[in-house]
C-alpha cells in the first residue's frame, strides 16, 4: 500500500517515540511510506540512526496514495479530499474534549477511521456521535529493540530491586503519590525507586529533591539513605532502551509507549493509578495533608503484558 | 480549530500547484510573481500554501525564522543585493547558521559570494527575468522612484524638482501593470537601489539612473550613479540631447529580453519552487 504519514516522529517525548514505532511498522509490513514530520517547539529527536530512516521516508516521491494517515493532535488534523482513504490517530491530552473538538470528531469520523490505543483515550471518545472508533494494538517494532544499549550503573543501588518509572513533564500528583508511598512503606526493603526523567530541567531535578526530602523529614524517617534515585536521562530510543533494562520492573504510572516498551523487553510491570483524593484532618492542616488513595501501592502485584498487533488488520480491512 | 494551516500547507505542498506566501517587500519583482501563471503567489496566508519567500535575510534570520516552523514550509530567501556593508564576517557567520533551514537565491554569483555562507545544496542561482511590455510614447521627462517611502529618496526628488520642473515622484504602491506603464511614459527614471526595478525600467526604453551596483555593463541605457550631488546637469544633459539617445536604447532592450528571459525565468523559478516545496519541511536547531 503507497501510504502517505503525518506525525511528529522527530520530537523527542513518547508521542514522537510512538510515530517513529509506526512508522517502522508499516515499512516492516511492506508498505510503501511517504513520511511529512510535524513540530511543536519541543525537543527534537538527536541525528541517529532512526533519523535516517526517517530521511529516507521523507525524500520518498509522489502524489498518489492509497491512504493517509494523520497522527497529529485534533486541532491540528484536516479534513482532505486528495487522498480516498483517511485513518486518523489522535494524539489526546487527558483533559477531554472540547465542543469544538468534539464537533471535529465527529466530522472527521463521518470520511475516516479514529484510532486509539488505550482505556483512557477510549474513554474520552466513546461518545454517542463519534464513530468508527477502532482500538489500535501495535507492538514495538524490531529496529527499535535491536539498539544498542548499556545498562545504568547505579553503584550501591545495584544489588536493590530496582522498580522504575519513566515520567516527563512536570511533577505530577501520580508522581508524587508514588514517591510518599514507597518511602514510607518500602523504605525497609531491598528495594529502590528509580525515576528516569527524559529531557528535564535543572529547576525540576531541584523540585524533586526537595521534594523527597521533604517527605522523609515529614515522615521521620532515616534519609541516610535516599531510595529514591532522580536520572536525568536524554529521550532518545538507545538512552530509552537501556533505562528499561537496568530497571527490574516498571510501574506504568499511564498506559502508553513506555510500558509497551518495557513489556517488550520482557519487563514485569505494575500499574499505578492514584486519584488526587486529598482529606485534610479537623485542626490538623499538615502540609501534605491526609492522602487516601483511591489504589493503594502494591509492589509486590505485578505481571507481563500480552502485546499484540492489529495494524496490518485494520489496514486491509479499512483501505 | 476546524482546518489547521501547518498541516493544510503540509498537504498543499505535496498535492498542490505552488503557492507562495510573499512575505517580503512589495516592488516590481512582487508584481511580475503576481503574473505567472505557473505558481500563485499571495502576500498573507489567507490559504494554505506551499513556500514561504523573503527578500531580507537579515531581518528573516532574526524575527521571521519562526514562520515557517509555524507553517510547517520551507522557506526561499531572495537575494536580490550584497550585504550591508556594517555586517562583518562574524555576522555573516552567525547568519549562515541561522539560515541554515533555508534554501537561499541568488541572482548572481557575485551576490551569493558577497554575502559569504557555506556552499550548500541549498543555494541556488538564476537570472532575473524581464517581461515584455507594450511601449509608450515617453511624454514625460523625469521620475524619481520611491515605492517604500525612503526619506533619503524624497530628499533626492525634491533637490531635482527644484532645478527641474518636468519631475514626478513616484511612491504609490500598487502591484499590476498601472505602475509599469507609469514608468514607461518616462524618458528617465531615477531608481536608486533596486537592481531589478532598474533593469524592468530600462527594459521600458528609457535610460535609468541607479546606484545599484549588480548590473550589467553592457546596458548602456543604465546610468550607474555614485554621487547624486551633480544629477541635476546628468538629467539636463540627457534630457537636451534625448533623440540621439532614443535612438540607441532599443538595442538594450532586446539585449534585455535575451539575457532575462522572463518565460525562462518563470520555468525556473517554478521548477526550484517545486523542487522545494515538494521536500519534507525539516528543521535543525
Keep these: 500500500m503507497n501510504i502517505l504519514y503525518i506525525g511528529p516522529y522527530r520530537l523527542a517525548n513518547n508521542s514522537g517515540l510512538e510515530s517513529t514505532n509506526l512508522i517502522c511498522n508499516l515499512m516492516e509490513l511492506g508498505h510503501k511510506i511517504m513520511t511529512r514530520p510535524v513540530f511543536d517547539g519541543t525537543n527534537l529527536v538527536k541525528n541517529n540512526e532512526l533519523v535516517s530512516v526517517f530521511e529516507h521516508t521523507e525524500q520518498n516521491k509522489g502524489s498518489k496514495f492509497d491512504l493517509l494517515i494523520q497522527h497529529l493532535p485534533i486541532s491540528r488534523i484536516v479534513q482532505t479530499s486528495k487522498v480516498k482513504n483517511n485513518i486518523y490517530w489522535p494524539i489526546l491530552d487527558n483533559a477531554g474534549l472540547s465542543p469544538v473538538e468534539k464537533k471535529k470528531y465527529e466530522l472527521i469520523s463521518k470520511d475516516g477511521l479514529i484510532l486509539y490505543n488505550t482505556k483512557s483515550d477510549k474513554t474520552i471518545l466513546d461518545t454517542n456521535t463519534i464513530s468508527n472508533l477502532t482500538k489500535f494494538n501495535y507492538t514495538i517494532s524490531n529496529?527499535?529493540?535491536?539498539?544498542?544499549?548499556?545498562?545504568?550503573?547505579?553503584g550501591i543501588y545495584n544489588r536493590y530491586k530496582k522498580y522504575y518509572t519513566i515520567t516527563d513533564g512536570t511533577m505530577e500528583y501520580a508522581i508524587q503519590n508514588l514517591i510518599i508511598n514507597f518511602i514510607t512503606k518500602f523504605q525497609n526493603k531491598d528495594y529502590c525507586l528509580v525515576i528516569f526523567l527524559p529531557n528535564t530541567t535543572q529547576n525540576l531535578l531541584d523540585q524533586y529533591q526537595k521534594y523527597i526530602k521533604e517527605i522523609y523529614t515529614i515522615f521521620n524517617i532515616n534519609f541516610s539513605i535516599n531510595k529514591v534515585i532522580i536520572v536525568p536521562i536524554d529521550y532518545d530510543i538507545e538512552t530509552l532502551v537501556s533505562a528499561h533494562k537496568t530497571?527490574?520492573?516498571?510501574?506504568?504510572?499511564?498506559?502508553?509507549?513506555?510500558?509497551?516498551?518495557?513489556?517488550?523487553?520482557?519487563?514485569?510491570?505494575?500499574?499505578?493509578?492514584?486519584?488526587?483524593?486529598?482529606?485534610?484532618?479537623?485542626?490538623?492542616?499538615?502540609?501534605?495533608?491526609?492522602?487516601?488513595?483511591?489504589?493503594?501501592?502494591?509492589?509486590?502485584?505485578?505481571?507481563?503484558?500480552?502485546?499484540?498487533?492489529?495494524?496490518?488488520?485494520?489496514?486491509?480491512h479499512y483501505a | 480549530m476546524l482546518s489547521n494551516i501547518a498541516?493544510?500547507?503540509?498537504?498543499?505542498?505535496?498535492?498542490?500547484?505552488?503557492?507562495?506566501?510573499?512575505?517580503?517587500?512589495?516592488?516590481?519583482?512582487?508584481?511580475?510573481?503576481?503574473?505567472?501563471?505557473?505558481?500563485?503567489?499571495?502576500?498573507?496566508?489567507?490559504?494554505?500554501?506551499?513556500?514561504?519567500?523573503?527578500?531580507?535575510?537579515i531581518d528573516f534570520s532574526q524575527t521571521s525564522m519562526k514562520m515557517s516552523l509555524i507553517y510547517h514550509v520551507n522557506s526561499l530567501i531572495l537575494f536580490h543585493k550584497e550585504p550591508p556593508q556594517a555586517l562583518k564576517k562574524e555576522d555573516k557567520a552567525i547568519l549562515d547558521k541561522k539560515l541554515k533551514n533555508s534554501y537561499r537565491l541568488f541572482f548572481s554569483k557575485d551576490i551569493e559570494k558577497s554575502w559569504g555562507l557555506a556552499t550548500t545544496e541549498k543555494n541556488i542561482n538564476i537570472e532575473y527575468g524581464i517581461p515584455k511590455i507594450d511601449q509608450h510614447i515617453k511624454s514625460k521627462n523625469v521620475c524619481v522612484v520611491n515605492y517604500h517611502k525612503d526619506n533619503g529618496i524624497q530628499n533626492l526628488y525634491q533637490h531635482i524638482k527644484n532645478t527641474i520642473i518636468d519631475c514626478d515622484l513616484i511612491d504609490i504602491n500598487t502591484y499590476n501593470n498601472e505602475i509599469i506603464n507609469i514608468l514607461s511614459q518616462y524618458k528617465i527614471c531615477i531608481i536608486p537601489h533596486d537592481t531589478y526595478d532598474t533593469l524592468l525600467a530600462a527594459s521600458l526604453g528609457g535610460l535609468v539612473y541607479t546606484s545599484s551596483?549588480?548590473?550589467?555593463?553592457?546596458?548602456?541605457?543604465?546610468?550607474?550613479?555614485?554621487d547624486y550631488n551633480s544629477i541635476n546637469d546628468r538629467l539636463k544633459s540627457d534630457l537636451d540631447r534625448w533623440d540621439t539617445i532614443d535612438a540607441s536604447l532599443k538595442e538594450n532592450q532586446s539585449y534585455i529580453h535575451g539575457k532575462y528571459n522572463i518565460d525562462k525565468f518563470y520555468s525556473e523559478f517554478n521548477n526550484i519552487c517545486t523542487s522545494i516545496s515538494r521536500k519534507a519541511f525539516t528543521y535543525e536547531t
Design chain 1, 247 to 316: 530497571g527490574d520492573i516498571y510501574i506504568s504510572l499511564k498506559d502508553n509507549i513506555q510500558t509497551i516498551l518495557s513489556s517488550s523487553l520482557g519487563k514485569q510491570i505494575t500499574h499505578y493509578r492514584s486519584e488526587p483524593i486529598i482529606s485534610y484532618e479537623k485542626n490538623n492542616l499538615k502540609k501534605f495533608g491526609a492522602i487516601e488513595y483511591k489504589e493503594k501501592l502494591d509492589l509486590d502485584q505485578h505481571s507481563t503484558i500480552e502485546n499484540t498487533n492489529n495494524l496490518e488488520e485494520i489496514l486491509s
Design chain 2, 7 to 57: 498541516t493544510s500547507n503540509i498537504i498543499s505542498s505535496i498535492f498542490s500547484k505552488n503557492i507562495l506566501l510573499y512575505n517580503a517587500k512589495k516592488d516590481l519583482f512582487f508584481t511580475i510573481l503576481l503574473q505567472c501563471e505557473l505558481f500563485n503567489t499571495i502576500d498573507s496566508p489567507s490559504q494554505p500554501f506551499s513556500i514561504l519567500l523573503s527578500d531580507n535575510p
Design chain 1, 143 to 154: 529496529k527499535l529493540l535491536s539498539k544498542n544499549s548499556s545498562i545504568f550503573n547505579f
Design chain 2, 213 to 226: 551596483t549588480q548590473i550589467d555593463e553592457s546596458i548602456s541605457s543604465i546610468e550607474y550613479i555614485k
